[in-house]
Nanobody, 126 residues
Framework: QVQLVESGGGLVQAGGSLRLSCAAS????????MGWFRQTPGKEREFVAG????????YCTDSVKGRFTISRDNAKNTAYLQMNSLKPEDTAVYYC???????????????????WGQGTQVTVSS
């Protein structure tokens, strides 16, 4: 069993930056592909960014490309989402997720993930 704990959310003005962290328990973090998703009330959970289990491959959805960067440090059992040039439309609860996999791949569908954090609120004011 893996537990994921997000941190780093908060209130920021448009144009500002935040870095989200996702700390994982256990010794198998390096066998999990990781992803960041976000959700607003009444909407489905939306893929934001993903990173392969080695960290060698990353992918961001078009709406955040050039502004957000996903990374991971397997020695620290932690994944990150650096968010720059934030916009009011980035306001959401952000979740990290982990998928146990033998593949060096990135996964974009929420149903593909095995473990989820509790979420952290990001609010961007205009």
């Amino acid at each position: 069993q893996v537990q994921l704990v997000e941190s780093g959310g908060g209130l920021v003005q448009a144009g500002g930056s935040l870095r989200l962290s996702c700390a994982a328990s256990g010794r198998t973090f390096g066998t999990y592909a990781m992803g960041w998703f976000r959700q607003t009330p009444g909407k489905e959970r939306e893929f934001v960014a993903g990173v392969s289990k080695s960290g060698g491959s990353t992918y961001c959805t078009d709406s955040v490309k050039g502004r957000f960067t996903i990374s991971r440090d397997n020695a620290k059992n932690t994944a990150y989402l650096q968010m720059n040039s934030l916009k009011p439309e980035d306001t959401a609860v952000y979740y990290c997720a982990g998928k146990s996999t033998a593949l060096h791949a990135i996964f974009v569908r929420p149903t593909e993930y095995d473990y989820w954090g509790q979420g952290t609120q990001v609010t961007v004011s205009s």
